[in-house]
């Protein structure tokens, strides 16, 4: 497939979850929209990484290592994703708990 | 069109709608039951581009672990009800101008930056397999995975510290 097809899928699935994150009140939702943008830069790395080896390998480099870089970095961001959001949610429930809503307009303030 | 386009369209088609089914829906339960379908989606694109060890990892990690994560808070708080309040329909319309602002800008700026001859090669290669990955895993990148075992280590002690009642 072009490298293009896949730079405009990744592109939109960032910017909607871009709008989510503009759009919403609701903690949790704006979340999943942070998630969706990890996602989306995970495909487009996935993508170019198979367009990088596919150069290499025209450029006469037939050990077929090239681009696997590409793909360790998408487990990374995956490990460090998973972290987040164990953080990220313990943060949200402690919120609830203390103000009894997720709406994130009632955070507009540090203290309470 | 042969089939690796049909896969390719129909794979896109479905995470664009439901990413934006996510962002859409006024139940938090159906917005994470369509972010499923995201990430399966994704997971069929990196399946295509034969990164299988990927493909695999996403569906065990985010639509498995992750989004159950999800499931439980959002069940824990009762918020399976459509009573979120709802931000300006202006905001709304702000919002969405923006995105799209976003996603013609990125698309013109990098439409210039690729030839015709540039491929992702679909259906072949031997990197994403999990064999060579965990090779390249374990000799270079050897010292980011221990220190990503730190990570969690952390995260995990954060998670149990901020959310125990004090």
Not at chain 2, 76 to 95: D, F, V, Y
Not at chain 2, 119 to 132: D, H, M, P, Q
Request: include cysteine; hydrophobic fraction near 60%.
């Amino acid at each position: 497939m072009p490298i293009f097809s896949y730079i405009v899928l990744s592109i939109a699935l960032f910017s909607i979850g871009i709008v989510g994150v503009l759009t919403r009140r609701n903690a949790i939702i704006i979340f999943m929209s942070i998630e969706l943008m990890l996602n989306a830069v995970n495909l487009m790395l996935v993508a170019f990484s198979k367009m990088h080896q596919n150069a290499a390998i025209l450029a006469g480099d037939l050990s077929g290592t090239a681009g696997m870089d590409g793909q360790l970095f998408v487990f990374f961001i995956m490990v460090v994703a998973a972290a987040e959001v164990s953080v990220g949610l313990a943060i949200i429930v402690m919120m609830y708990r203390n103000i009894h809503s997720v709406d994130v307009n009632f955070l507009n303030r540090l203290k309470h | 069109m042969n089939i690796i386009q049909i896969l390719f369209w129909f794979l896109s088609v479905l995470a664009i709608f439901s990413a934006l089914m996510v962002i859409t829906s006024k139940n938090p339960i159906y917005s994470v039951l369509w972010l499923i379908a995201t990430f399966f989606a994704i997971s069929g694109h990196y399946i295509m581009l034969n990164a299988q060890f990927l493909a695999i990892v996403n569906i065990i990690v985010y639509a498995g672990a992750i989004m159950v994560l999800f499931l439980f808070v959002i069940m824990l708080m009762n918020l399976n009800k459509e009573t979120e309040p709802q931000k300006s329909r202006w905001l709304k319309i702000a919002g969405a101008l923006a995105g799209g602002c976003l996603l013609l800008v990125l698309v013109a700026a990098l439409k210039s930056s690729v030839t015709k001859e540039q491929f992702a090669t679909v259906n072949e290669g031997s990197i994403g397999l999990i064999k060579n990955l965990g090779k390249e895993l374990f000799t270079t990148y050897v010292v980011p995975f221990e220190i990503s075992s730190v990570l969690f280590l952390s995260a995990m002690v954060g998670a149990v510290v901020i959310g125990k009642k004090e």
